[in-house]
């Protein structure tokens, strides 16, 4: 029996000025706010969520046509969260940790592998794809950071 390819592996970091608990937390609270957050058009479903798994879809359109994905993700708390993601565009399988940095800060380090479907629209080249998705990371950076700081200022 032939081995299946893994495809190219990836590895985007992160750096935010929120604690891990917080970042876990709000990382892990996927919604349909998600695309406003990363200033897309994509509509997100929530179709299951447990203490464990989240299953969601996203769907967008495109000038080539739809764009559609599953993702079905393992929570793995207190700082660790998996992705397997089948679409029409690619397959992915994502690894999310986070470590803590300063007495306030948090690092996300993402490991993903992905595969082209064949269908959709082409795939990026390995430093476009991590460079989009760091700058992905970047804006729901500042949104947490945002939430966090309005937060802290609650408490007071």
């Not at 998600?34 to 996203?58: F, N, P």
């Not at 760091?134 to 939430?147: P, Y």
Request: with cysteine; hydrophobic share 30%.
């Amino acid at each position: 029996m032939a081995t299946r390819w893994p495809g190219p592996s990836y590895e985007v970091r992160a750096d935010f000025r929120a604690p891990l608990d917080f970042v876990y937390r709000w990382c892990t609270d996927f919604s349909d706010k998600d695309a406003v957050y990363e200033g897309d058009t994509y509509e997100r479903r929530i179709l299951r969520r447990t203490s464990k798994q989240v299953v969601y879809e996203d769907l967008q359109e495109t000038a080539n046509g739809w764009l559609w994905a599953r993702h079905v993700v393992t929570l793995l708390p207190p700082n660790r969260w998996h992705s397997d993601s089948v679409g029409s565009h690619r397959d992915i399988r994502l690894d999310y940790r986070l470590s803590r940095v300063g007495a306030e800060g948090t690092r996300l380090t993402l490991k993903a592998r992905r595969r082209p479907t064949g269908v959709g629209t082409k795939n990026l080249p390995r430093s476009k794809w991590e460079k989009s998705v760091h700058e992905t990371w970047m804006k729901f950076g500042k949104a947490m950071e945002r939430e966090y700081r309005q937060k802290r200022a609650r408490k007071r």
